[in-house]
C-alpha cells in the first residue's frame, strides 16, 4: 500500500488540483488496470509498473520500492500533456469530479437541436477525436446538400467566460458571418445557459498536426499525437508560407479586438495551400488555453496577445521539428538548416524572451522569415464589429487577463514555497543546520555559565536558599532602546532560571 501526492493541472477547469487519496491510489491491482486498459494502450507509450513478487512482498523495503516505483508511474502519465487530458485517467484520479457522462449530455443537446432544425442528420460519433472531455464531435450531413460532411461540436462554456449571454450571442452571430481566407468559416452556432453547440465544414484531409504527423484525421487524438512514428517537420517554403498565413488570421483577430488565445496545430486547418484558424469562438466560450499549464509559469505572457504569439512559437517550433517542445523556455535547438526560423523562435521561446517579454504579432510578420512571403489575398482585411460589442470585447478581455495575472500570482508563490520547502528538507541544509545549533549550544552554554558566575557574585547565599535582597554597586542607567529591552528580557529570564531564590523585583535592581 502507498500514499501517493499528485498535483495536475487541469486545463479544462483552469485551475491546479492536489489529490491525496490513499483509498484510492493504494491498490496495485488498480494501477495495473489503469496501465492495461486500451484507452492508454492506444498511446504507443511504454509506462512499466514497478516489478512484483509472490514471496516476501510483505518486506518493508521491497513496499518502498513498490510505493517509489508507484508515484514514479503516476508521475509519468499526469506530466504528459495528452494522457493528463485522458478522461480515464482523470476518472482514476479523481472520480468524484469526472463522474459524468458527458457523451450522453452531448447527444441530449445534440438531439434537441435536430428537434427543431430537422434538415440536419447524424452519420456517426467521432469519439475521441479531441483532448477535451467536455467536448464532443459529431459528424453530419444537410439533407438538402447529402454529398457535404460537416462537423458538429458541443462545448461545455469554461471558467473565463466573463461576456454576457446576450454579448455572446452577438459575438457569435459576428463569427457566423464572417468570410475571411484565413479563418475556418462557422456556418451555425446556439449558446445556451451552459454549453454551446457549433456547425462548420469538415476537412477530410484533417488539421495541420495531422498532416505533421502523417495520420488519419478521424482516429482517436491518443494514437495519433502520442508517440507518432512518421511526423516530420515541413519544408521551409511551407513554413514561411503557412507561418505568415497564420500570422495574418492573428492580426486579423487583434485588430478587431477579438481575443484567440488558442492557436495550436489542431485547430489551423490547410485548405488548398491556405492555413486557416480554427476554434476562434474558444476564447469568447471561456475555454482555457491548451497551453495555459505552461504560460501561467511565465510572468511576462500577461495579455491575449502575447498570449497568442507565445502558442504561435509553439506551432512554429512544431512545424520545424515535427513534434511540439518539451518544455519552455528553450535555449538549446536541435540542429536544423533554417537559420532564420531558429532566430524567430530564440525570439519566442528563449529565457531571455520569457523574461523580457513576447515580440507583436507585427513584428513577427516584419521579420525576415515572414516578411518576403508572397500572399494571394493581398487586399486589407478586417473585422467590423458593431462599438457595443467591441466595448464588451475589451471589458471581457481585461476580465481574463486579470484572472490570469491572479493565477500567475499565486503560481509563483506556491513555487517559491516549494523551493524553500525543498531547500530546508535538504541533506546539506540539515547538515549546515546541525553545525550551526552546535555552536549556538557551545555559546549559549558559555552565556549560561557567565551569568552563572555573576549570580554566584550578586548573590553568594542563593545555593542555600537565602532570600536576602542582594547589593551591588551603582552605575549610570543606559539610554532605554528596542535592542536594550531584548537584552534585559534575555538576561532576566536566565537569571531567574539559574537563581530562583531572586524575586523578580531584585533581578531587576541587580542587572
Same mark, same amino acid.
Given at each position: ?14 485551475? /491546479? #488540483?492536489? !489529490?491525496?487519496?490513499?483509498?484510492? =491510489? ?5 494501477? @495495473? %488496470?489503469?496501465?492495461?486498459?486500451? *484507452? ?16 516476501g512482498n510483505m518486506d518493508r523495503e521491497f513496499i518502498a520500492e513498490r510505493q517509489r516505483g508507484l508515484q514514479t508511474y503516476l508521475d509519468s502519465i499526469t506530466q504528459h500533456p495528452l494522457l493528463s487530458s485522458s478522461l480515464y485517467v482523470k476518472k ?61 461540436? /458541443? #462545448?461545455? !462554456?469554461?471558467?473565463?467566460?466573463? =461576456? ?5 450571442? @452577438? %459575438?457569435?452571430?459576428?463569427?457566423? *458571418? ?125 495579455s491575449t496577445e502575447s498570449v497568442d504569439v507565445f502558442c504561435f512559437g509553439h506551432l512554429l517550433y512544431e512545424m520545424t521539428y515535427g513534434r511540439p517542445p518539451d518544455s519552455v523556455p528553450i535555449d538549446q535547438y536541435p540542429a536544423v538548416p533554417y537559420t532564420s526560423v531558429v532566430s524567430v523562435l530564440q525570439s519566442i521561446l528563449s529565457t531571455e524572451a520569457c523574461k523580457s517579454g513576447m515580440p507583436t504579432v507585427s513584428q ?148
Amino acid at each position: 500500500q502507498t500514499r501517493c501526492q499528485l498535483s495536475v493541472f487541469d486545463p479544462e477547469q483552469s485551475e /491546479w #488540483v492536489t !489529490l491525496t487519496q490513499p483509498g484510492r =491510489l493504494n491498490s496495485y491491482k488498480q494501477t @495495473s %488496470a489503469l496501465s492495461s486498459s486500451s *484507452s492508454l494502450q492506444v498511446c504507443g507509450i511504454t509506462l512499466p509498473l514497478p516489478p512484483k513478487k509472490l514471496i516476501g512482498n510483505m518486506d518493508r523495503e521491497f513496499i518502498a520500492e513498490r510505493q517509489r516505483g508507484l508515484q514514479t508511474y503516476l508521475d509519468s502519465i499526469t506530466q504528459h500533456p495528452l494522457l493528463s487530458s485522458s478522461l480515464y485517467v482523470k476518472k482514476f484520479l479523481d472520480p468524484n469530479n469526472y463522474s459524468a457522462n458527458y457523451t450522453e449530455i452531448a447527444l441530449q443537446q445534440v438531439s434537441m437541436f435536430f428537434r427543431s432544425d430537422p434538415k440536419w442528420e447524424v452519420l456517426e460519433p467521432l469519439k475521441d477525436m479531441g483532448w477535451r472531455i467536455r467536448k464532443k464531435y459529431f459528424l453530419i450531413k444537410n439533407k438538402e446538400l447529402p454529398k457535404e460532411r460537416y462537423l458538429l461540436s /458541443w #462545448v461545455d !462554456l469554461g471558467p473565463d467566460k466573463f =461576456l454576457s449571454d446576450k454579448d455572446l450571442q @452577438s %459575438a457569435m452571430k459576428l463569427l457566423t *458571418s464572417l468570410s475571411t481566407p484565413y479563418l475556418c468559416p462557422l456556418l451555425f452556432s446556439s449558446t445556451g445557459e451552459s454549453s454551446a453547440l457549433l456547425i462548420r465544414p469538415f476537412s477530410e484531409r484533417g488539421s495541420l498536426r495531422d498532416h505533421i504527423c502523417k495520420v488519419k484525421p478521424r482516429e482517436s487524438y491518443l494514437k495519433k499525437y502520442c508517440n507518432p512514428k512518421k511526423s516530420q517537420g515541413l519544408e521551409l517554403q511551407q513554413i514561411k508560407q503557412y507561418g505568415r498565413q497564420i500570422l495574418e488570421g492573428l492580426k486579423l483577430l487583434h485588430d478587431g479586438g477579438v481575443f484567440f488565445g488558442h492557436l495550436h496545430a489542431s485547430n489551423v486547418i490547410v485548405d488548398d495551400g491556405v492555413c486557416r484558424l480554427m476554434d476562434v469562438e474558444n476564447g469568447m466560450l471561456g475555454v482555457p488555453s491548451a497551453l495555459r499549464p505552461a504560460f501561467t509559469q511565465l510572468r511576462k505572457i500577461n495579455s491575449t496577445e502575447s498570449v497568442d504569439v507565445f502558442c504561435f512559437g509553439h506551432l512554429l517550433y512544431e512545424m520545424t521539428y515535427g513534434r511540439p517542445p518539451d518544455s519552455v523556455p528553450i535555449d538549446q535547438y536541435p540542429a536544423v538548416p533554417y537559420t532564420s526560423v531558429v532566430s524567430v523562435l530564440q525570439s519566442i521561446l528563449s529565457t531571455e524572451a520569457c523574461k523580457s517579454g513576447m515580440p507583436t504579432v507585427s513584428q513577427l510578420i516584419q521579420t525576415p522569415l515572414f516578411s518576403d512571403v508572397h500572399l494571394q489575398h493581398s487586399e486589407k482585411l478586417q473585422i467590423k464589429v458593431p462599438s457595443r460589442l467591441k466595448e464588451a470585447l475589451k471589458t471581457a478581455k481585461e476580465s481574463l487577463e486579470r484572472r490570469l495575472h491572479e493565477e500567475q500570482r499565486v503560481l509563483h508563490q506556491h513555487r517559491r514555497l516549494t523551493r524553500a520547502q525543498s531547500h530546508h528538507g535538504s541533506e546539506e541544509e540539515k547538515k549546515r543546520r546541525k553545525i550551526l545549533a552546535r555552536k549556538v549550544g557551545k555559546r549559549l552554554d558559555l552565556l549560561l555559565l557567565r551569568q552563572h558566575d555573576k549570580c554566584l557574585f550578586f548573590c553568594p547565599s542563593s545555593g542555600s536558599g537565602a532570600s536576602s535582597p542582594p547589593t551591588c554597586p551603582s552605575s549610570p542607567t543606559p539610554p532605554s532602546t528596542t535592542g536594550m529591552a531584548r537584552c534585559l528580557s534575555v538576561c532576566l529570564s536566565v537569571l531567574s532560571s539559574v537563581c530562583p531564590s531572586l524575586s523578580f523585583d531584585s533581578i531587576g535592581q541587580t542587572v
